[in-house]
T-cell receptor
Framework: LAKTTQPISMDSYEGQEVNITCSHN???????ITWYQQFPSQGPRFIIQ???TKVTNEVASLFIPADRKSSTLSLPRVSLSDTAVYYC???????????FGAGTRLAVHP | GAVVSQHPSWVICKSGTSVKIECRSLDFQATTMFWYRQFPKQSLMLMAT?????????EQGVEKDKFLINHASLTLSTLTVTSAHPEDSSFYIC???????????????FGPGTRLTVL
């Protein structure tokens, strides 16, 4: 499993686009990058998953460059309700033992 | 969809008693489920991997006789905290692994968590 590194915290304002970058220099060929969002006293919520290039869903976009050593989660036009901790993890097919890092604590201000 | 439920959502018990927490995958079958523990202001810590029909695999430092795990069916795993003590008070979260056919890889979906308070 690749170790991931992401900023401890970020601040933004309502309506802005937020980009959270995750570094995973040792990502394996079979690993996918997966992002989760966690609010206080709740379980993590799956946001998006990708292998390379760009993936978009109704919540976010995920950009993964060709070398796959990093990825960027993009949240368009954040609102106060996007204040949460965001975790970047690598998953590979089969036995998926997730080891959570500290995550990125995003604070969205009015 | 991929919905995972936990029951109860919170529990308060006296020191020395046992508490059982249920984790259910509601709309998919999960051969593998995971149990995590999270203390305030900290990240999730994996406790054990629960496999349907076999013994759970515990992470280093987690007492298997204290945290009993039973994965009785493809949609249900239970965690029993035996002889609970105040230091066991924490937020317990389960996840269930959904196998994706085709594009993507197996993904874990998490339950809402169970807040355990031991007095």
């Amino acid at each position: 499993l690749a170790k991931t590194t992401q900023p401890i915290s970020m601040d933004s304002y309502e309506g802005q686009e937020v980009n959270i970058t995750c570094s995973h220099n040792n990502i394996a060929t079979n690993d996918y990058i997966t992002w989760y969002q966690q609010f206080p006293s709740q379980g993590p919520r799956f946001i998006i998953q990708g292998y390379k290039t760009k993936v978009t869903n109704e919540v976010a976009s995920l950009f993964i460059p060709a070398d796959r050593k990093s990825s960027t989660l993009s949240l368009p036009r954040v609102s106060l309700s996007d204040t949460a901790v965001y975790y970047c993890l690598s998953l590979s097919g089969g036995y998926n033992k997730l080891i959570f890092g500290a995550g990125t604590r995003l604070a969205v201000h009015p | 969809g991929a919905v995972v439920s936990q029951h109860p959502s919170w529990v308060i018990c006296k020191s020395g008693t046992s508490v059982k927490i249920e984790c259910r995958s509601l709309d998919f079958q999960a051969t593998t489920m995971f149990w995590y523990r999270q203390f305030p202001k900290q990240s999730l810590m994996l406790m054990a991997t629960s496999n349907e029909g076999s013994k759970a695999t515990y992470e280093q430092g987690v007492e298997k006789d204290k945290f009993l795990i039973n994965h009785a069916s493809l949609t249900l795993s239970t965690l029993t905290v035996t002889s609970a003590h105040p230091e066991d008070s924490s937020f317990y979260i389960c996840s269930a692994e959904k196998v994706l056919a085709g594009v993507g890889t197996d993904t874990q979906y998490f339950g809402p968590g169970t807040r355990l308070t031991v007095l």
